[in-house]
């Protein structure tokens, strides 16, 4: 029941690995997009023998229901530093997701440091709000995460969107399960859709593609997390993402592309 | 002597194609990446019907020297909306990029639309800065691409960089040769990079990986672009980049994640 067996991976030695796709972290039957590149990374950090996803692509095929998986990795260049590889993830032979990343090791850097951006500003945990309380909105997944609203953000809940295009808060894994850098991952696709508090009439807006960048191993403890839209254009719109860890360190950077579901014609 | 030329690439019927890495794209001896992922498209393209790179990412694996090159496509999913494949760009039969992306048709959207955000404010042509101008530095691929800085970030050619990590400008195909989507691609990483910009002791920042997004097809004219970096953390930096067109529509949304070079060993 921890991300760490829930992402589990058979290597069956020719760069295919068995696994699942577990039950409980399905939000209306289908696991979340975070998870599911979780999956895939896992089988690709034994496939390069490198933990840690520098930068990581995943454009999503289908939905990915529970049940057994097959991952197929292959490799695109093996270098001095980082290993680049592809993977796919399929359920009963039919794709659910192709994946590109480079796996490196990230070690501390001693390089020069440059930041224009800080965590977002958020309550104590105890102020912030857990999406699923009170709203009647309860899927697996929220047991397997543990999320807390900035309260501004946390008005969609109650029909009352703050006209943000923003989602903010706290995360950590079910229980404060330590996250490596594959559950930061998850983490960019774990909170609710920024959409959601944007005063349009959206509701769910699949994932065409997700890149995630890993700037460092998190520390340990509740990390802080901003999503953010921009730019709701020609049917698409981006989902920005900035993960820090405890120490109020930058460790992931993600930007997704969401589809607009077109209105459905009149009956 | 034209981009249209110079990606223009041969189908060989099995999802190959023979093409060349032309001369004149290159900034001191290796093309410009931007128009290495042009290349790449331009066959996905071909391969799959579609004109318009919804969301590519490539991943950089070597230099690309002019020369005769090869692309390898493979499909990963043909959907209704849009053809998810794979390219390889190789020259000698060295792997120089690897290319996951989505292809489609751009219609103009009658969706809802939200903007939070504009256009760079930059000045009339006549008032920027071509990079080269004066500058002692006049690389091949400044005569195929038209670019004008805006004055406020142009300080880092006289060894006066603004301090902050900053790029925007006009850009257009030379000669005002018409860009259609694959072109905006190259637009995502035809400026200096922001870094030169941002008083760091950092020349020459690889890029790792690069995915843009393309939202609608640019109508005729000079487009807009702004680059920017918020962090340089872990040996790694982002750039983030927006191409509007003359309509003042946002047409792409690009980062890459480049690569600060470690420091010399001492000798």
Redesign the interface.
């Known amino acids: 029941m921890s991300f760490a067996d829930d992402t589990a991976v058979t290597p069956r030695g020719d760069g295919t690995f068995t696994t699942a796709i577990r039950p409980g972290w399905d939000i209306a039957g289908n696991a979340n997009g975070g998870y599911l590149l979780a999956l895939a990374a896992r089988a690709l950090a034994h496939y390069t023998g490198r933990p840690d996803p520098?930068?990581i692509?995943a454009?999503y095929?289908s939905p990915g229901k529970p049940g057994d998986a097959f991952v197929r990795c292959e490799t695109?260049?093996q270098?001095k530093r980082?290993s680049?590889a592809?993977a796919?993830l399929e359920r009963d032979g039919v794709?659910v997701l192709?994946v590109?990343g480079?796996f490196s090791e990230?070690t501390?850097?001693?390089?020069?440091?440059?930041?224009?951006?800080a965590p977002p500003e958020l309550p104590p945990l105890e102020d912030c709000i857990a999406p699923q309380a009170e709203a009647g909105f309860d899927p697996p997944f929220m047991h397997r995460v543990e999320l807390r609203l900035h309260p501004e953000d946390a008005g969609f809940r109650t029909g009352k969107p703050s006209g943000v295009?923003q989602m903010r808060g706290w995360f950590r894994l079910a229980g404060g399960e330590p996250a490596d850098t594959i559950a930061l991952l998850m983490g960019t696709d774990a909170f609710p859709p920024t959409i959601f508090n944007?005063r349009?009439?959206?509701g769910w807006t699949p994932t065409?593609?997700l890149?995630a960048?890993v700037?460092?191993r998190p520390a340990p403890g509740w990390l802080r997390a901003r999503f953010t839209?921009?730019?709701?254009?020609?049917?698409?719109?981006?989902e920005d993402g900035e993960l820090w860890d405890a120490t109020g360190?930058?460790v992931a950077?993600s930007?997704q592309?969401a589809l607009?579901p077109?209105?459905e014609p009149p009956a």
Not at 108 to 117: C, K, L, V, W, Y
């Open positions: 520098v930068t692509t454009h095929l695109v260049k270098g980082f680049t592809t796919r794709p192709q590109l480079a990230l501390a850097g001693g390089t020069p440091e440059r930041i224009d951006g295009a944007a349009l009439p959206v065409v593609e890149t960048h700037r460092a839209t921009r730019f709701v254009t020609g049917g698409f719109l981006e360190r930058l950077q930007r592309l607009l077109r209105p």
